[in-house]
């Protein structure tokens, strides 16, 4: 499959949203992704239901919500309610991370599973055939604007490996710090899905920014 661009509604203009939500349906983007924190497992409070479900009323695309929150478990079928399509847990976050996965499903989301930057990939052996995507954090999760950490390509290879190997069907997204600086290198590595927040919506043409990421030369 060729790999699939999300541009991170974290970064875009909250007083024109959906301006910047009709930009995102009219470009090659292939899906919104939607950064939900706490204040508690990460330093920083973003937006909850009636920010996503007001996203929901004007996106055309796959909404993919990334939860930085503790026990998401309590939140599962509210998101499912408000439009989420794909919806990712924090590993750190979850003490029952097969319960919460098969949650996600029974709701009918693909599940989604991320690691923190100092999370090993290895972690994740045992459930990845049941999960559907990992989100690699490439930068610490909680602000946009971040600086991409290298160590992020080592685990991308490692975790493309166990993927194949298992026989997993799970697709691999990269969150922080993407720029058309990493992009085809994190492609070639055995990346699926990039998100890209300030990249695209910081720059002086997003439509267009968004094509870039989508159009790589790898
Ligand atoms: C960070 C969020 C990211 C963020 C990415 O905690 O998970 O999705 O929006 O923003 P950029 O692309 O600016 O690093
Ligand atoms: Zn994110």
């Not at 098969?102 to 599940?111: C, H, L, N, S, Y």
Request: aromatic content about 6%; hydrophobic content about 45%; proline content about 4%.
């Amino acid at each position: 499959m060729s790999h699939l661009v999300a541009p991170s509604i974290l970064a875009a203009d909250f007083a024109n949203l959906q301006r910047d939500i009709e930009m995102v349906n009219q470009s090659e983007a292939d899906w919104f992704h939607i950064d939900v924190m706490d204040g508690v497992f990460v330093p920083n409070i973003s937006f909850g239901m009636p920010v996503i479900a007001a996203v929901k009323k004007h996106a055309t695309k796959i909404m993919d919500v990334h939860l930085m929150i503790v026990d998401p478990d309590r939140y599962i079928a509210d998101f499912k309610k408000v439009g989420a399509d794909v919806l990712t847990v924090h590993y750190e976050a979850c003490h029952h991370l097969h319960r919460t996965v098969q949650a996600i499903k029974q709701e009918g989301m693909k599940a989604g599973v991320s690691l923190n930057p100092h999370t090993p990939v290895a972690v994740l052996e045992d459930i990845i055939r049941d999960v559907d995507l990992v989100l690699l954090m490439s930068v610490n999760p909680g602000f946009g604007g971040q600086r991409f950490i290298e160590n992020t390509y080592k685990k991308i290879s490692e975790l493309r490996k166990m993927i194949d190997l298992s026989g997993s069907t799970a697709v691999i997204e990269i969150d922080g710090g993407v720029t058309d600086k990493n992009a085809e290198k994190l492609i070639e590595t055995g990346a699926n899905v990039l998100v890209a927040g300030s990249f695209v919506f910081k720059s002086k043409d997003p439509n267009r920014t968004i094509r870039e990421l989508k159009h790589l030369s790898y």
